[in-house]
């Protein structure tokens, strides 16, 4: 049985920094191409960053330069360090799997539960 479980949300003021992790299970993790993504209330699922199974990385726009998206093969967990954090970033953040799509889009296999961030000023 497939597994991602979030953790690490949590509320933090404006230019904070919080570490979300994602520990998988149920599959082969070190070949997925895991990514995050967030949604805050009234508006639509964002794809924040991926990583391959190779190790390479994608980040929205919105987030480039400010969050770092990693992963422990070892550990089957894939984590998500967001520094300089802004009140826009407030949603819930899920972490997603799929063994072949590798994209910003939502088009993944397995989803977490979502972990919530909020940023307050």
């Known amino acids: 049985q497939v597994q991602l479980v979030e953790s690490g949300g949590g509320s933090v003021q404006v230019g904070g920094s919080l570490r979300l992790s994602c520990v998988t299970s149920?599959?082969?993790?070190?070949?997925?191409?895991m990514a995050w993504f967030r949604q805050a209330p009234g508006k639509e699922r964002e794809g924040v960053a991926i990583?391959?199974?190779?190790?390479?990385?994608v980040y929205a726009d919105s987030v480039k330069g400010r969050f770092t998206i990693s992963k422990d093969n070892a550990k089957a967990t894939l984590y998500l360090t967001m520094n300089m954090l802004k009140l826009e970033d407030s949603a819930t953040y899920s972490c997603?799997?799929?063994?072949?799509?590798?994209?910003?889009?939502?088009?993944?296999?397995?989803w977490g539960q979502g972990t919530q961030v909020t940023v307050s000023s």
């Open positions: 997603a799997a799929h063994p072949l799509y590798c994209g910003l889009q939502s088009h993944y296999l397995h």
């Open positions: 149920g599959y082969t993790f070190s070949r997925y191409c």
């Open positions: 990583i391959f199974s190779n190790g390479g990385t």
